[in-house]
């Protein structure tokens, strides 16, 4: 059964910590992917990355970067959080695509991070 | 931009009853619709992909439309139960592997 697992269910930190969420894929995905949800405003991209050291910014990259330094992880790095930045964060992955092979994600179940 | 629109509104439905979802997209025609299910808590679970090409798609009791002219997809659940209660995403496939998500329509099956 694939697998995308996240090494926090719920985090709580302090304005100014760096942070990190980590992420791991068994399926031997290329593509990785990290998301924000807050209520209204649905799933927004903050980055992905579609192979190892590679990264793209998606639509809010602002106050966040990334690390992918092996197929199967990649991080996501609050430099110094912020309030604004208390949301759920959603980490995916995916298979490359390739000619008309769809790209259906595989999500992991979340980490809720509040910062006071 | 790329815009793809859910309806907000929660939609609540009679066990039994069919739920239609409504997915609307603007300013493009894209390859492919993907339909998600989210539970509270969890992240998003797939469940259908639909082509461009494509009129429908059917899985068990699911179904997508996709109509290029309306630049619409529907998503149906018939004989709806209340385990089918969650939000709904449709997301729209762009180059590269990413995916735009709507908003998400949260639906209320009740007994």
């Known amino acids: 059964d694939v697998k995308v697992t996240q090494s926090s269910r719920y985090l709580v930190k302090r304005t100014g910590e760096k942070v990190f969420l980590e992420c791991v894929q068994d399926m031997d995905h290329e593509n990785m992917f990290w998301y924000r949800q807050d209520p209204g405003l649905g799933l927004r991209l903050i980055y992905f990355s579609y192979d190892v050291k590679m990264k793209e910014k998606g639509d809010i990259p602002e106050g966040y970067s990334v690390s992918r330094e092996k197929k199967e992880r990649f991080s996501l790095i609050l430099e110094s959080a912020s309030t604004n930045q208390t949301s759920m964060y959603l980490c995916?992955?995916?298979?490359?695509?390739?000619?008309?092979?769809?790209?259906?994600?595989?999500f992991g179940p979340g980490t809720r991070l509040t910062v006071l | 931009s790329q815009k793809i629109e859910q309806n907000s509104e929660a939609l609540n439905i009679q066990e039994g009853k069919t739920a239609t979802l409504t997915c609307n997209y603007t300013?493009?025609?894209?390859?492919?619709l993907q339909w998600y299910r989210q539970d509270p808590g969890r992240g998003p679970v797939f469940l259908l992909l639909i082509r461009e090409n494509e009129k429908e798609k059917r899985k068990e009791r699911l179904k997508v439309t996709f109509d290029t002219t309306l630049k619409q997809s529907l998503f149906h659940i018939t004989a709806s139960q209340p385990a089918d209660s969650a939000t709904y995403l449709c997301?729209?496939?762009?180059?590269?592997?990413?995916?735009?998500f709507g908003q998400g329509t949260e639906l209320s099956v009740k007994p």
């Open positions: 995916a992955s995916s298979l490359l695509v390739q000619g008309p092979s769809y790209n259906e994600q595989f």
């Open positions: 300013n493009y025609s894209p390859a492919y």
């Open positions: 997301a729209e496939h762009n180059q590269g592997g990413k995916l735009i």
